[in-house]
């Protein structure tokens, strides 16, 4: 990594979720292109714009977060990572449920991809419990542990798999940053400026108790693609951190 994650400027630790078309995407882009850092494409944009929605932001400037959670064996998995970093991914998701091989699979895939290209390694992180998840429903799968202790147990699995750290929300962030020291990544939405509104989140902390719970970046979508003015909203989130 060539800064630590501790040396990180505020902007670069911005991460701007496009959850919208491509047409919006774009739009959006323009507005923050050159101001933002990093843009967040999940499944939703990525499947129906494809790669093509990572070469536009590529060619804005931007990294790229391409969060498709892979989740297969370590043939696929470690093909799906190779070919998501050779499209311009700077950063991928996977299912840490799918087990040590196949998180070995996918950091292999994403540093063979880069070094092909002479890149800088991918930044890949580990999904744990989905927060759509409450204790009945993981127990529901099988899974007696704690739902606490569950993901501190996944990100520990992640990081020994080779994975550069996880995604959590900002109530885990101070336990798994203890757990995981200060190299993990450790990417948390769920995030709100004071006076935001909520939209579907339940549980919020603010940009700056992210960061101070031990957060490395964080993912915010509605507040500032929902805003009037999208580079104000971005910028005073970069401003509320410095
Ligand atoms: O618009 P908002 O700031 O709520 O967007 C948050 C982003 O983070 C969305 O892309 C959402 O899918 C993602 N996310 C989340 N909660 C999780 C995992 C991902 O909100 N637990």
New binding site residues.
Partial sequence: MSTALKDLAPRDRVIV?F?CGMEEALALADALQGKATWV?V?MTLYYAAGPEVIYEMKRRGFKVFL?LKFHDIPAQVRGAAKAAVENGADMVTAHTVGGADMMRAVAEGAAEAAGDFGLDAPVTLG?TV???MDAAALAATGVVRPLPEQVLELAGQARAAGLSGV?A?PKEARALREKLGPDAYIVT????PKGAAL???KRVATPREAIENGASHI????????ADDPVAAFEAIVASLE
Avoid at 189 to 192: A, F, Q, W
Avoid at 220 to 225: A, E, K, L, Q
């Fill in positions: 979720a959850d967040k999940g969060d999904i989905l927060t759509s995604v929300s939405p769920g995030v709100r939209n579907d989140q993912v915010v979508g509605r507040p500032i693609t929902k």
